[in-house]
């Protein structure tokens, strides 16, 4: 029987080049995955707009005539197909066989030079793109392509491979360069051990200052105070596992069932507040909100363009305007998702290049990421000290007004067939309106109050004055409950009713003396000089809590501290000995009705280059939920007998020193995060 061959056109070339690799950064990071996949430890990218070339150069393993023949030559043979790590176990990244005509992309013409370590000769290979157009009636394998070997190494003197485009077909300008290299930096995943196995990215373009820069990548975690990190793992499908780090120190960690059957995943994502984000752009000179949100990396490399600026393929904002004040948007997160082209094989290139299919898998990824990765990571940003219903209410203010509108619309569809009832619910949403703006008007002067109660509070000299005639007036009161006792003495009373009355003198005696100890040391408090000194932070630690050691062994408490015995970190002493004696103070406190449990308090540290952490924690009664937005208001006490001063009292010194008190969720008991500034 006779057989047909299928034969192509030059056209072909169009088809899998130009028209599928659609932009010139895709195209140069096509190139640059290649280096990778040769097991180069660099690959340069050059760019010279002035004499129209572009060269990409590295250090792999490079071809020889052979590779050339029955690899690069051959269109649509994915010779990697079937094999899933390099020489060296790199995951590999090409895969459609389609890679060498970004070249063509680039420019009109390509001259590759390149050699194997183990041969002497360099192979040389001219491709003229231009010759393969406008070619209707000749095949692809009409069309000749010159090539040279070349035993004199002058050309290229080590192994590799160096890509010459010229004839480029657009023009490089200086924004493009830095969009370029920022692509570049973005490009490698975050989670990959370059240690072990460096990769790195070189960009020079003199043109616009960038000489040879090695494109380090971005490193977040001493910008953004809080972020989240969760896994499952390619060996432990069975489980989600998740870390929440908050200025750099671990505050809790967890594990629980997987309900998704993507496969395993690698995700961290980073939030940023208004002052993290101006860090943000002084460090990189650039906003949060143009370096993109989340992103996904397969292996080693970007899949583009997810998590790019203006590529909201999670729909966060979206989400957000159904909660300015419970959800984070685009503006306010930078996120990394690692996926493995091995294990998550459900995840498929889209044809073009470009993102993934829209597979069950990218639908669940995506239904991890908002519930499950972003809900934890929202719940720790919204879980402030200070909970002022300020911003609460305005969410609420905007829930009702949009509330009563419905109500409006409703009431007109209602009118039809029941006049009487659509009064009655307009007559509804006016009472709603009004109650709402009554609301506000309390609401309003409550803040206004609280500003007075602020700037009353700044003015040291008049504190000073109010304690001093504070102090003269429990004096009077002590004298006034002597005199009492004294007049008593003299009549014959009751027993009963002389039992009652000692009790309450004794009361009111013990509250004064209580309340003078208080007020003295926040006059001397007031009136001493701070004076920061370098401490050993162990044995400071170690003084306060040997001060506790008769209460801690009389309440069957144990109290632990761990960390570096070397730390040493310049703090005002008397401060320190305060914020910590009050935390173990409350924790005495909140064991007092315990008796379930063994009685356990734990100060933990850590120190990185710009912060020292000290996590404190309980297992006591804990912190009801309506209370915490409170914990840190002067006068609110959570402990029956106290002031209310200690939490507020600790908030302040730690704001002197540099730092910042967190309360940290905990299922059981209570535990504070105290961050210092390591600046002095």
């Given at each position: 029987?006779?057989?047909?061959?299928?034969?192509?056109?030059?056209?072909?070339?169009?088809?899998?080049?130009?028209?599928l690799?659609?932009?010139?950064?895709?195209?140069?990071?096509e190139?640059?995955?290649?280096?990778?996949?040769?097991?180069?430890e660099?690959?340069?990218?050059?760019?010279?707009?002035?004499?129209?070339?572009?060269?990409?150069?590295?250090?792999?393993?490079?071809?020889?005539?052979?590779?050339?023949?029955?690899?690069?030559?051959?269109?649509?043979?994915?010779?990697?197909?079937?094999?899933?790590?390099?020489?060296?176990?790199?995951?590999?990244?090409?895969?459609?066989?389609?890679?060498?005509?970004?070249?063509?992309?680039?420019?009109?013409?390509?001259?590759?030079?390149?050699?194997?370590?183990s041969?002497?000769?360099?192979?040389s290979?001219?491709?003229?793109?231009?010759?393969?157009?406008?070619?209707?009636?000749?095949?692809l394998?009409?069309?000749?392509?010159?090539?040279?070997?070349?035993?004199?190494?002058?050309?290229?003197?080590?192994?590799?491979?160096?890509?010459?485009?010229?004839?480029?077909?657009?023009?490089?300008?200086?924004?493009?360069?830095?969009?370029?290299?920022?692509?570049?930096?973005?490009?490698?995943?975050?989670?990959?051990?370059?240690?072990?196995?460096?990769?790195?990215?070189?960009?020079?373009?003199?043109?616009?200052?960038?000489?040879?820069?090695?494109?380090?990548?971005?490193?977040?975690?001493?910008?953004?105070?809080?972020?989240?990190?969760m896994?499952?793992?390619?060996?432990?499908?069975?489980?989600?596992?998740?870390?929440?780090?908050?200025?750099?120190?671990?505050?809790?960690?967890?594990?629980?069932?997987?309900?998704?059957?993507?496969?395993p995943?690698?995700?961290?994502?980073?939030?940023?507040?208004?002052?993290?984000?101006?860090?943000?752009?002084?460090?990189?000179?650039?906003?949060?909100?143009?370096?993109?949100?989340?992103?996904?990396?397969?292996?080693?490399?970007?899949?583009?363009p997810?998590?790019?600026?203006?590529?909201?393929?999670?729909?966060l904002?979206?989400?957000?305007?159904?909660?300015?004040?419970?959800?984070?948007?685009?503006?306010?997160?930078?996120?990394?998702?690692?996926?493995?082209?091995?294990?998550?094989?459900?995840?498929?290139?889209?044809?073009?290049?470009?993102?993934?299919?829209?597979?069950?898998?990218?639908?669940?990824?995506?239904?991890?990421?908002?519930?499950?990765?972003?809900?934890?990571?929202?719940?720790?940003?919204?879980?402030?000290?200070?909970?002022t219903?300020?911003?609460?209410?305005i969410?609420?203010?905007?829930?009702?007004?949009?509330?009563?509108?419905?109500?409006?619309?409703?009431?007109?569809?209602?009118?039809?067939?029941?006049?009487?009832l659509?009064?009655?619910?307009?007559?509804?949403?006016?009472?709603?309106?009004?109650?709402?703006?009554?609301?506000?008007?309390?609401?309003?002067?409550?803040q206004?109050?609280?500003e007075?109660y602020?700037?009353?509070?700044?003015?040291?000299?008049?504190?000073?004055?109010?304690?001093?005639?504070?102090?003269?007036r429990?004096?009077?009161?002590?004298?006034?409950?002597?005199?009492?006792?004294?007049?008593?003495?003299?009549?014959?009373?009751?027993?009963?009713?002389?039992?009652?009355?000692?009790?309450?003198?004794?009361?009111?005696?013990?509250?004064?003396?209580?309340?003078?100890?208080?007020?003295?040391?926040?006059?001397?408090?007031?009136?001493?000089?701070?004076?920061?000194?370098?401490?050993?932070?162990?044995?400071?630690?170690?003084?306060?809590?040997?001060?506790?050691?008769?209460?801690?062994?009389?309440?069957?408490?144990?109290?632990?501290?761990?960390?570096?015995?070397?730390?040493?970190?310049?703090?005002?002493?008397?401060?320190?000995?305060?914020?910590?004696?009050?935390?173990?103070?409350?924790?005495?406190?909140?064991?007092?009705?315990?008796?379930?449990?063994?009685?356990?308090?734990?100060?933990?540290?850590?120190?990185?280059?710009?912060?020292?952490?000290?996590?404190?924690?309980?297992?006591?009664?804990?912190?009801?939920?309506?209370?915490?937005?409170?914990?840190?208001?002067?006068?609110?006490?959570?402990?029956?007998?106290?002031?209310?001063?200690?939490?507020?009292?600790?908030?302040?010194?730690?704001?002197?020193?540099?730092?910042?008190i967190?309360?940290?969720?905990?299922?059981?008991?209570?535990?504070?995060?105290?961050?210092?500034?390591?600046?002095?």
């Amino acid at each position: 029987m006779p057989i047909l061959h299928f034969s192509s056109s030059t056209n072909i070339k169009d088809l899998v080049g130009r028209r599928l690799v659609t932009n010139k950064i895709s195209a140069i990071f096509e190139l640059v995955k290649n280096s990778f996949d040769a097991d180069a430890e660099g690959v340069t990218v050059t760019i010279d707009p002035e004499k129209d070339v572009l060269m990409i150069e590295d250090n792999g393993t490079g071809m020889d005539l052979k590779d050339i023949q029955e690899k690069w030559m051959v269109i649509g043979t994915d010779h990697k197909k079937g094999t899933n790590v390099t020489a060296k176990g790199r995951p590999l990244n090409g895969e459609k066989g389609i890679g060498r005509f970004s070249a063509d992309r680039l420019g009109n013409r390509l001259y590759l030079i390149s050699r194997k370590e183990s041969e002497e000769q360099t192979i040389s290979v001219e491709f003229d793109w231009t010759e393969f157009e406008d070619q209707d009636n000749k095949l692809l394998s009409d069309i000749p392509i010159m090539y040279s070997l070349d035993k004199d190494k002058d050309k290229r003197d080590k192994k590799g491979t160096l890509l010459i485009i010229t004839g480029l077909r657009d023009a490089w300008v200086v924004r493009e360069i830095k969009t370029l290299e920022k692509r570049l930096k973005g490009m490698l995943s975050p989670f990959s051990n370059l240690e072990n196995d460096p990769f790195e990215i070189i960009l020079d373009c003199k043109m616009f200052g960038y000489d040879n820069m090695v494109l380090e990548p971005y490193n977040l975690n001493d910008i953004s105070s809080l972020w989240v990190e969760m896994n499952i793992d390619p060996y432990n499908l069975e489980q989600v596992n998740y870390e929440v780090y908050r200025n750099g120190a671990l505050i809790e960690e967890k594990s629980y069932r997987n309900k998704y059957n993507f496969g395993p995943v690698k995700v961290v994502i980073y939030s940023f507040d208004k002052g993290e984000k101006q860090s943000f752009y002084h460090r990189f000179k650039d906003h949060v909100k143009d370096y993109g949100n989340i992103r996904i990396y397969r292996d080693f490399f970007q899949i583009y363009p997810y998590g790019e600026a203006q590529n909201d393929w999670l729909e966060l904002e979206l989400r957000k305007s159904q909660g300015h004040y419970r959800f984070l948007g685009v503006r306010d997160i930078i996120g990394y998702i690692q996926i493995y082209r091995e294990h998550n094989t459900e995840f498929i290139d889209a044809t073009n290049r470009q993102g993934l299919e829209e597979t069950e898998a990218l639908s669940q990824l995506k239904e991890f990421i908002a519930k499950e990765v972003m809900k934890k990571l929202e719940e720790y940003f919204y879980y402030k000290k200070f909970k002022t219903t300020e911003n609460q209410h305005i969410e609420h203010r905007v829930e009702i007004t949009e509330a009563t509108n419905k109500l409006n619309i409703m009431a007109k569809e209602i009118k039809n067939f029941s006049p009487e009832l659509a009064l009655q619910v307009v007559e509804l949403s006016k009472v709603i309106r009004s109650s709402n703006q009554e609301q506000d008007k309390i609401i309003k002067n409550q803040q206004q109050l609280v500003e007075v109660y602020k700037r009353l509070s700044s003015k040291e000299t008049l504190l000073q004055g109010i304690i001093h005639q504070v102090l003269i007036r429990l004096q009077n009161l002590d004298t006034s409950i002597w005199n009492q006792k004294s007049d008593l003495s003299d009549f014959i009373i009751d027993e009963d009713i002389s039992k009652i009355i000692k009790e309450n003198e004794d009361f009111i005696l013990e509250t004064s003396k209580e309340i003078k100890s208080y007020l003295l040391d926040a006059r001397n408090y007031l009136l001493r000089k701070r004076e920061k000194v370098e401490v050993n932070l162990y044995d400071q630690l170690n003084k306060i809590c040997k001060s506790f050691s008769s209460t801690l062994i009389n309440e069957s408490i144990s109290c632990s501290i761990t960390g570096q015995m070397n730390v040493r970190f310049r703090i005002d002493i008397n401060d320190l000995k305060i914020i910590i004696e009050n935390l173990v103070s409350n924790s005495i406190k909140s064991f007092k009705i315990i008796d379930d449990r063994e009685k356990v308090i734990s100060i933990t540290y850590e120190v990185s280059a710009t912060t020292l952490n000290i996590i404190f924690r309980d297992n006591g009664l804990g912190i009801a939920e309506d209370i915490i937005p409170h914990i840190f208001t002067p006068f609110y006490s959570t402990t029956e007998g106290g002031f209310g001063m200690g939490l507020s009292i600790i908030d302040e010194l730690v704001k002197t020193n540099n730092g910042e008190i967190n309360l940290i969720k905990s299922d059981i008991g209570a535990a504070f995060q105290i961050s210092f500034g390591l600046g002095d």
